[in-house]
């Protein structure tokens, strides 16, 4: 199994054109390609709860079947800084539930592809003062 994390400068920058892509070349080549979105903001409530489009394009690009919340455990809705979003939803961003999943993907591909979210430079925590 081989990893790969996809992140850009910002937001908007195509790190989901990216991902997609890498994901359609993999496949092509005849590999399971697993694709994880591990926090996103900015997402829409569906009936079956918040659902963000990025986590939805990397799911269908992706032929190793997951669940939503393997794909994008930590949903959020406002279009803030998830980091920011967390923190107002009071639901703390688990680093092991981030890895648990990604385990659980890399068991079932030859390839994953993990798409950022925001910028490199993004913090997944708020910082201990705020």
Known sequence: MSGLFITGTDTG????????????ALR?????VAC????????????????????LALMA???????????NPYCFQPAIAPHLAARDAAV????????NCYRLLAGR???????GAG???LPLHPPPDS
């Not at 994880?36 to 986590?55: E, H, I, Q, W, Y």
């Not at 030859?110 to 798409?115: A, F, G, I, S, Y």
């Open 92 to 99: 703390p961003i688990d680093v092991d539930r981030l890895v």
């Open 109 to 115: 591909a030859d390839h994953v592809l993990v798409e």
């Open 36 to 55: 994880m979105k591990p926090v996103a903001s900015g997402s829409r409530t569906t009936p079956r709860g918040l659902r963000n489009d990025d986590a």
């Open 28 to 32: 092509a080549e005849g590999l399971r």
């Open 61 to 71: 690009a992706a032929n190793v079947a997951a669940t939503y919340e393997e794909v």
């Open 13 to 24: 920058m195509g790190k989901t054109v990216v991902a997609v892509a890498l994901a359609n």
């Open 119 to 121: 910028g490199w430079r």
